[in-house]
């Protein structure tokens, strides 16, 4: 690839922007529905146990990350994600799992993954081999997407507070938690790749990155849609 | 490999101490002389210098281990080894540019590493591909030379004092702080070895891991002996 002079950092990240924001899993037809309050219980609840199969990829792809820089002020910057995800009380993980006894899931056998259909698992798993074969800045460029994540959280807790009253209040606290935290860890991410990706190539390679994520996102949720809704076989015969 | 029934806790204990310490780099001639007092102010620095390397691989394998793992409890664990050792001023890293310091180093050079000695570097990747390669119990396993660092470092602090005192006292520090991190990490690590290991071929597949650990921390004082003592290739004329 031979591709020019590198976009300024202004260019760069508004087509980093562009090309995250129009695949962005918000407007997965899954999500669409889950927003307007058109899913059943079993359907929410699919939702919730299968997406936790990602949230235990995160801290796994975060310590792949650790492992890829050699400045040690970047791993103090990026260790905290792995903290946060990790902690016992208020933990990323934690706080899902609360989720899931909040829709009325059991807690273990959310926590076993034994469920989960295939094709997420197939998802998450590209998600971290992703991560392990690229470099560095497209590994970082591929957590962007989290800077699209605040909007849609909070977009959800409001839509799950109108539509779903059956859900424990206190369980959307995952949700809430999120808004400030992906704020601020995708903007430590977008600063590091503005200033790693110093050539045109780099700045594509990332790009790529935030697309393969943006596509690994979409695929979860195509999964969950063709057990769930259409064809829908894991639907109960009466629904 | 079929070998059997496990061995008891007590006995595979006994295997990895008796197999670890025999082989453990206090026996070294580079550490004998160290120790002895032996070490010319140039032979002292170029093992700072290069040992410096080593220490730069000690996060990244350990993100690597991380990332190995599927239970959050584990990662709880380990993950205070590179908050350990990133801490930006008391800090595994930290503390030994202060010893590269008082051995009168240019901190930016050890920093560099561009002078390290090309076996050093082969001997230190070869440990970060051993954790990259192998499973989470026997990445484990090959930290377990900590079981025999304390009393190492101990020796070390005392022997620097007697027979270096141009060295700068606190620039020990690094030695003095690994004692109790060294015993709370290796008794941490050989709990989960003894709990993993439950079959007679993954107790053997965690001896040999901490044998080819012993082996790399020998070649890498090989590498510095052969440059800084016999042959000597990087002595000055002089010497």
């Known amino acids: 690839m031979s591709l020019g002079t590198p976009l300024a950092p202004e260019a760069f990240v508004e087509q980093l922007r562009e090309e995250g924001s129009r695949r962005y899993h918000d407007r997965h037809p899954y999500h669409v529905l889950m927003h307007e309050g058109k899913l059943t219980k ?18 796994i792809k975060d310590a792949l ?9 970047f791993r103090r910057m990026w260790i905290r994600r792995i903290l946060d995800h990790d902690d016992e009380d208020k933990g990323g993980l934690a706080l899902w799992l609360r989720l899931a006894e909040g829709v009325g899931l059991d807690r273990e056998e959310v926590a076993s993954c034994r469920s989960v259909l295939p094709g997420v698992r197939f998802a998450c798993d590209a998600y971290v081999e992703l991560v392990r074969e690229r470099s560095l800045v497209e590994a970082v460029a591929s957590s962007l997407t989290e800077f699209f994540a605040p909007d849609l959280m909070s977009r959800r807790a409001a839509a799950w507070e109108e539509h779903y009253p059956w859900v424990d209040r206190a369980a959307l606290e995952y949700f809430r938690s999120r808004v ?32 393969r994520k ?26």
Chains 1, 2 share one sequence.
């Open 214 to 239: 943006c596509e690994i996102l979409w695929a979860l949720l195509d999964a969950v849609y063709a057990a769930y809704v259409t064809p829908g076989w894991r639907l109960p015969e009466s629904a």
């Open 180 to 211: 400030s935290r992906a704020r601020r860890d995708s903007e430590e991410a977008l600063d590091f790749v503005i200033r790693s990706a110093t050539t045109r190539e780099l700045q594509e390679r990332c790009v790529a990155a935030l697309v």
């Open 65 to 73: 990350i650790l492992s890829k820089s050699e400045d040690p002020a």
């Open 42 to 59: 079993l359907q929410l609840q699919a939702w919730v146990l299968n997406r936790y199969y990602y949230q235990t990829r995160i801290p």
